[in-house]
């Protein structure tokens, strides 16, 4: 398996690109499947979940060619609807997405349950309630989800709960229905926002993405587009988070402000300087930082995505804090980890209080998932002494070139392999 090693305490400098956003792609690539003309997608990052995603639908049969590093054109018109396999569902939560899509375009679909990161409970109920809302039966069956519809009509949905990913599959399992289809208490987060874009811009008829209230009317037929992604909120915030824990002066790149508002209001709170550009944002950290209390909660709120990454920077901030994660059963896996490093933190349920200490120290630690990686490199980078953090596969699964960009801003790190892959390292290789 491949690890990170990270001499802490360097100053950092220079500028950072953000790269396409993962929660955004891993939606805009399946939705194609909708598509009755070949689509160009632009700015799409290099991270595992996207290469999965176009192997599940090349094996499916779709035309995928990437006309450059960051562009691909997708032609799903031989795409045959045969199921999406455990093996590689399991590997990301995105999988899920197969099923509105395919429900959309073949009126049936056979989706392993998805995985992703270990948050805790993760149902599919409110996914399951918008498929039969939209006249959809489905059975679950040896770990697979099956859904068959005669035909879809548009309905009124209510999610019981504020969801992304069904919200994202309500919209795609609705936008070729026959009729209107209302999606209430539905989730507001950049990346919906894209996708309905994106979507509209093959002549979808989608209005309101981005507020609580979205109309879908359903179309006969969608044209190709050529459509780029947005760019990594997340991304964006863990390199805010960065140049936080790190003391440091740096450039962030190709980002949307507004989408960063939340986590910058956060870090200008504890002493943070951020100075606000089109395009860009420049993050100037240091030299302390007063504790504060963060409550994750749907767009525009803090995103839960950011609750690891900032955890870490509080772990060095004067006094006490507390971390409030609402979205998630268990997002502080990644505690133990820092504790490791000399955090001072308890953890209650939902609810972590953290004691600022002055600094960390150097372990070895693992990434126990995706945004826990990110917050071990963010700790490791503002550390006195060298942190080993294994396991990074599950953050190479959301950041491109994460080492690279760290090492083009002076940080002091290297990927360096190691003998034993654990059984999830493993999976991943051999599905990639
Ligand atoms: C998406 O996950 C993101 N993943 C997550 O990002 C992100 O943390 C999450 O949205 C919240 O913003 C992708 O976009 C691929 P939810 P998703 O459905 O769609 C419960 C990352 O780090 N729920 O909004 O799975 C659920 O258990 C990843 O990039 C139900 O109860 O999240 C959770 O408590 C991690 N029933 C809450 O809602 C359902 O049917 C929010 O989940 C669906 C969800």
Redesign the pocket.
């Known amino acids: 398996m491949e690890k990170y090693v990270i001499k802490g305490g360097k100053t950092l400098s220079g500028e950072v690109v953000i790269s396409g956003a993962?929660?955004a792609v891993?939606a805009i690539l399946p939705c194609t499947i909708l598509s009755d003309e070949p689509c160009i997608i632009e700015n799409i990052p290099n991270i595992s979940d996207v290469t999965i995603t176009l192997q599940i639908m090349s094996e499916m049969g779709a035309k995928i060619r990437m006309l450059n590093k960051t562009t691909v054109e997708i032609d799903t018109r031989p795409l045959q609807n045969i199921p999406v396999p455990y093996e590689k569902a399991k590997l990301m939560?995105?999988s899920s997405y197969f099923l509105g899509t395919l429900l959309g375009r073949f009126h049936s679909a056979h989706v392993s349950m998805p995985g992703?990161?270990n948050?805790g409970?993760?149902?599919?109920?409110?996914?399951l309630k918008c498929f039969s809302a939209l006249g959809a039966e489905y059975e679950i069956n040896g770990g697979m989800v099956n859904l068959h519809a005669d035909k879809l009509i548009g309905s009124q949905i209510f999610f019981d709960?504020n969801?992304?990913?069904?919200t994202i599959n309500g919209i795609m399992a609705a936008v070729k229905a026959d009729g209107l289809t209302i999606i209430e208490n539905a989730?507001k987060?950049p990346?919906v926002v894209d996708l309905a874009n994106c979507l509209n811009s093959m002549g979808a008829d989608i209005l309101g993405a981005g507020t609580d209230v979205i109309k879908i009317r359903g179309v006969k037929y969608l044209h190709g587009t050529t459509y780029s992604v947005i760019p990594d909120q997340?991304e964006a915030g863990t390199f805010m988070a960065v140049a936080a824990a790190a003391r440091s002066n740096i450039l962030i790149r190709n980002v949307i402000p507004k989408h960063l508002e939340p986590i910058t209001q956060k870090l200008v709170k504890i002493g943070v300087q951020v100075e606000q550009f089109d395009d860009a944002v420049r993050v100037i950290g240091g030299p302390e930082y007063v504790g504060t209390s963060v409550k994750t909660n749907p767009h525009p709120g803090f995103?839960?995505?950011m609750q690891p990454q900032m955890a870490a920077v509080l772990t060095c901030a004067k006094g006490a804090s507390m971390v409030t994660e609402s979205?998630?059963d268990n997002r502080f896996r990644y505690v133990d980890e820092l504790r490791r490093m000399g955090a001072n933190i308890s953890v209650e349920g939902r609810v972590a209080v953290i004691e600022g200490v002055e600094r960390l120290k150097g372990a070895p630690v693992k990434a126990t998932d995706?945004?826990a990686g990110a917050a071990l490199i963010v700790a490791a980078l503002g550390a006195e002494g060298v942190t080993e953090i294994y396991d990074i596969f599950h953050v190479e699964r959301?950041y491109e070139n994460m080492e690279v960009k760290l090492r083009n801003l002076g940080a002091d790190i290297q990927k360096v392999d190691e003998p034993d892959p654990t059984a999830e390292e493993k999976a991943l290789k051999k599905a990639l």
């Open positions: 993962k929660n891993a939560r995105a992703g990161c948050l409970d993760r149902p599919i109920d409110q996914h709960k969801t992304v990913g069904a989730a987060e990346h997340i995103p839960t995505d979205i998630f995706l945004r959301g």
